[in-house]
């Protein structure tokens, strides 16, 4: 796998960007520039992988826009050694960007094809995680508390089961609404029974699905 510096120089523009639309945390820009997102796609897409934009990967899935996934890790607010799980590994990026900025990432997938890939891309970066195949709605609370759980499909509704998962001052991140659009959400847990929540602005993610699906 090879990462030439024309790469870099694209991840670079690319920062500047993300830093013009108001991403200022230091650390996410860090890792979104030292993560090279080119791995992670189809080969057809390889010309835009510092395209400020979501593409295709394979199971009609899609590999998130540098900037939503910059949001949705800055939300987080991610320090080293932090638990996070994500339900939804996709291609994996987000994945990556979190174990670069120091985290201990559980990721969950319903598609195998997926679940393989990602693991394969990430192993050969260097980066761990914990891989799991399967349903996301029910997170995977024999590995919690975590410090934060971050969402990477559209949902209509955030399962209790996963906030319940957090620890007390953990955050977790999900887009909520329905096919057409979803409002980025953040909860923050108080204590056992009590969360805040905000919104920072609109996105569009395609939807989280229930059960698994075998693949090749």
Request: charged content about 25%; glycine content about 10%.
């Amino acid at each position: 796998m090879i990462d030439d510096f024309e790469a870099k120089g694209k991840r670079k523009r690319l920062v500047a960007e993300l830093k013009k639309k108001g991403i200022s945390d230091e650390e996410v820009l860090r890792a979104i520039d030292t993560v090279p997102r080119h791995l992670f796609m189809d080969p057809a897409f390889l010309i835009h992988a510092y395209v400020d934009k979501a593409f295709p990967i394979s199971s009609g899935q899609t590999i998130s826009q540098p900037y939503t996934v910059a949001v949705q890790t800055s939300l987080l607010e991610v320090k080293k050694r932090h638990r996070i799980l994500e339900i939804g590994t996709g291609s994996g990026y987000q994945a990556a960007v979190l174990a670069e900025m120091g985290a201990k990432v559980y990721t969950i997938e319903r598609f195998r094809d997926l679940y393989l890939k990602a693991q394969q891309t990430l192993r050969s970066l260097g980066y761990e995680a914990d891989f799991f195949y399967g349903d996301g709605y029910a997170g995977k609370a024999q590995y919690g508390p975590f410090d934060g759980i971050i969402i990477t499909a559209a949902i209509k509704e955030i399962p209790g089961e996963l906030l319940q998962q957090l620890k007390t001052g953990g955050r977790l991140v999900a887009p909520v609404g329905d096919s057409s659009y979803q409002v980025m959400t953040l909860m923050i847990r108080e204590n056992d029974d009590s969360f805040t929540t905000t919104t920072h602005g609109t996105f569009v993610f395609v939807p989280m699905l229930k059960g698994t699906v075998n693949g090749k």
